[in-house]
């Protein structure tokens, strides 16, 4: 089944220690995304990677750091997070850089006390 | 400036369509309009685009004026699983392209 997966769905940490956020997909997709989504904000691109070696910032990458070094993984990471990352974070796919349709995958809510 | 404008929420007697509109009056000629919806907090899911000329797949219908300057999502029998956030975007086709630029979406609620 084709499929976008994050792992954790859930996860409650406390500042400053470091989490990663990982996303894998299973259709050879070029393209991948970060987003996260707020109340009264909607969603938000973090970062995004046009294929393997290639990720540029998107609308609000403070506090994130991604890599892509498979084509499949795009993780997230927060090296030390803060509250105000509390959120919705969803990761997409698509199978090429016009981004015609994009896989999203359940999500991960995540809480920083 | 949004791209579109759309309803913030509508409802729906279960059973019949639901028409979703959509305003975007500055929508270039090398644009596309994409639906999108989401169903409470699960990843977006794509629904259905087109250019110019209706399009229909298995989930619903889209019909884009021919001044392309509005559009209509048409879910033609919605069901209580229906509900959920609908998101219009306007959007280039390009190898270029970042992202697809999420608004604010209709509140679709069907109604029993």
Known sequence: ?113 | DAKTTQPPSMDCAEGRAANLPCNHSTISGNEYVYWYRQIHSQGPQYIIHGLKNNETNEMASLIITEDRKSSTLILPHATLRDTAVYYCIVQAFSGSARQLTFGSGTQLTVLP
């Not at chain 1, 894998?24 to 969603?43: F, K, V």
Request: aromatic share 10%.
């Open chain 1, 1 to 113: 089944e084709a499929q976008v997966t994050q792992n954790p769905r859930y996860l409650i940490t406390v500042t400053g220690k470091k989490l990663t956020v990982t996303c894998s997909q299973n259709m050879n997709h070029e393209y991948m995304s970060w987003y996260r989504q707020d109340p009264g904000l909607g969603l938000r691109q973090i970062y995004y990677s046009m294929n393997v070696e290639v990720t540029d910032k998107g609308d609000v990458p403070e506090g994130y750091k991604v890599s892509r070094k498979e084509k499949r993984n795009f993780p997230l990471i927060l090296e030390s997070p803060s509250p105000n990352q509390t959120s919705l974070y969803f990761c997409a796919s698509s199978a090429d850089r016009a981004i015609r349709e994009l896989f999203f995958g359940e999500g991960s809510r995540l809480t920083v006390l």
